[in-house]
C-alpha cells in the first residue's frame, strides 16, 4: 500500500507565502516523477509544477518566478513553496508521484487527498 500525504495548506492573504509537503510512504521501490496539481472551484485540475528524480522542473506560466518545486528523495517528499501568492492561486492543491511500488514492481501514479490553499484578503 502506497500514502501521499500532503501538508502546509491554509488561508494566506494576497502576497503572503506557503509551503505545501508531500510525503509518500509505502511499499516504494522508486520515485519517478512528483509534483502538484490544483484544482479550483469550476475548473478543471490542471498541473501547477513537477520534478523529476534528478531535479529537473517544470512550471506552469501562471506560477513562474512565484512557485518553487523541490524534493528529497531520502524522504519520499516533495515541496512547494508558493510566494507572492494572488487570489486566483486558491485552489485545492493535489501531490501526484510516478512511482513503482516494491510488492509487484508496477508503475502507477499515486494522489494525495489534497490541501486547501484559501485567500483570506
Known amino acids: 500500500q502506497v500514502q501521499l500525504v500532503e501538508s502546509g495548506g491554509g488561508l494566506v492573504q494576497a502576497g503572503g507565502s506557503l509551503r505545501l509537503s508531500c510525503a509518500a510512504s509505502g511499499s516504494i521501490f522508486s520515485i519517478n516523477a512528483m509534483g502538484w496539481y490544483r484544482q479550483a472551484p469550476g475548473k478543471q485540475r490542471e498541473l501547477v509544477a513537477a520534478?523529476?528524480?534528478?531535479?529537473?522542473?517544470s512550471y506552469a506560466d501562471s506560477v513562474k518566478g512565484r512557485f518553487t518545486i523541490s524534493r528529497d528523495n531520502a524522504k519520499n517528499t516533495v515541496y512547494l513553496q508558493m510566494n507572492s501568492l494572488k487570489p486566483e492561486d486558491t485552489a485545492v492543491y493535489y501531490c501526484?508521484?510516478?512511482?513503482?511500488?516494491?510488492?509487484?514492481?508496477?508503475?502507477?501514479?499515486?494522489w494525495g487527498q489534497g490541501t486547501q490553499v484559501t485567500d483570506s484578503s
Open positions: 520534478i523529476t528524480s534528478g531535479g529537473s522542473t
Open positions: 501526484n508521484a510516478d512511482l513503482r511500488v516494491a510488492t509487484n514492481m508496477r508503475r502507477n501514479d499515486y
